[in-house]
């Protein structure tokens, strides 16, 4: 099964939000689970719109619902159940205690209107400041997309105020030194602690994995198989969080039928 497709039993965790019962309006022309798939493939593949399979449907109706979804956070819920569902499957709290916050900034598309500007290491970078939160599993929690020109700590901070109201039992936050300037807030405002963590002096050879800071890297790392990803070709802030966060929902699923499959072995 392809990373973009989902099993009857993922798509049953979600099809609520994709697909709320009592709806109003006619019936759907494409069912909304093949709408789903079709983003998640349109992520993993990078294409175009217009080179949306036919199997799919018209690629304009898939778009129109797309950005019904974005405007909704519908993506955002989905992350957050799917991964409650991974950490259930692994033996563990659905909610998280212990959170790693990290960023990446990425280039923007070459040509048209969009919110990029300048930042990164330099400020040379002209593109996105991707966010992502995630467990001590590596599993992504939250995610958010940003202009590169802000600091870290600033969209961290915006991260997070947004999401530890709904997480209670989180005690713990880890960041590197670029949030520095965000763990008084942080820790003052939500009750939690804020630990930043890295070198005081850089290492004289090789890499050495910051524990277990490294699990954020691998994130991204996966993250950045979704080739939709590899540059921000988003116009908006919305919308490129809102990719962001599909990428997510692809990993997440994959892991939980990861998971499946080696308990079935």
Known sequence: ????ELTDEHWALVADLFDPPGRRGPRAAVPRRQMVEAI???ARTGAQ???LPERYGRWTAVWAQWRRWRDK???EQAMRRLNRAVREAEGRDPEPSLLIIDAQTTRGRRAGPGFHEKGGAGGRTRGTKRSVVIDVLGLPVAARADSAR???SKVGKLLLDDLLPTLPRVEIVLADRGYRAAAHHVAGRHGVMFEVRGWEERPTEGFKPIRPMWRVEDCFARLGQWRRLS???EGSQAGATAWLQVACVGLLASQLRAREVALAA
């Open 1 to 4: 099964m392809a990373a973009y």
């Open 231 to 233: 540059r921000c070709f």
């Open 150 to 152: 802000p600091h870290d």
């Open 73 to 75: 956070r519908v993506w």
């Open 40 to 42: 998640m493939w349109l």
């Open 49 to 51: 719109w217009r080179e």
